[in-house]
């Protein structure tokens, strides 16, 4: 189901309003076809793990017709809204889904990568039902999910994002913000956690097949008293656009350089660029981010 919308943005001074309490967690949704079938591995309590990916049982056993279209379990249908939203004066688009007009409890902002558009990130049969499982989960649970065009992964994309998310904040100034980053979309996430004007609306970044940025070990969130924003890291062993040894090193940098930093990392063990997207539980990550982001 579809319908249009249209927002203005403005860029304007936001409170800077801490996340929903941690006692607001995401109920259940189809849990059972979505969590990992397989955890090989885990450690640093929980915050790494190794989840088993068969490619028969996660790919062709899920898939009706393979990376096309996922068995009609997997999915629910949801209200999408094609809407707009404006930046210098240039219309840019996005589908929305749940409470994006205001009022939301959550708000999770899905950035594409290079040569991927709005649709990707509402796309109810790729990805084994994954991008539908979250959208359910938002408008089942008082929140909001956006996958939004933007120009480029430079700077005008970042400029961009902000602009949406703090348009969020302004409209639920209680909501804890996420912004889900998929392979080169990772540049805008590290962007956006470097920017102070953004950061105190961030609850948490999720990094799906994507990359590092060893600039952040300097950052203000890992010194005492800086705001310690949740990190996930999906990440294919597979990859061969971006290691995984490499990610590895950047998570135990960062609880090296910040013991108790609230990070955790996924590795999907033979799985490709895009199993992340696949294959990241929505729900125990978003629930883990709600109880562990910066609380007033």
Known sequence: MWRKAALCLALSVLPTMAPAAATYQLAPFRDALFQYPNVVETRDDGDYVVVGYDKQRDLYGRDQVPERRVWSQYVKTVRKTNARYVVDGKDLKFVGVGKFDGGARA???YVHGQGGDRFQGANDWMFGGNFNRVMNLMAQNSGAYISPDFTDIDA????????LLLDQARRSPNAAIFVACGSQGGAICWNLARDPGVTPHLSGLLLLGSMHDDA????????????KIPIYIGHGTEDPIFAWQDEVAFYESVRKASPGYPIRIALFATGPHGTPIRMTDWRLTLNWMLAAAPQP
């Open 107 to 109: 708000v999770v902002i």
């Open 156 to 163: 005008k994309g970042t400029a961009e994002i902000k602009l």
């Open 216 to 227: 952040f070990i300097k950052s203000p969130a890992l010194r005492p008293g800086g705001r």
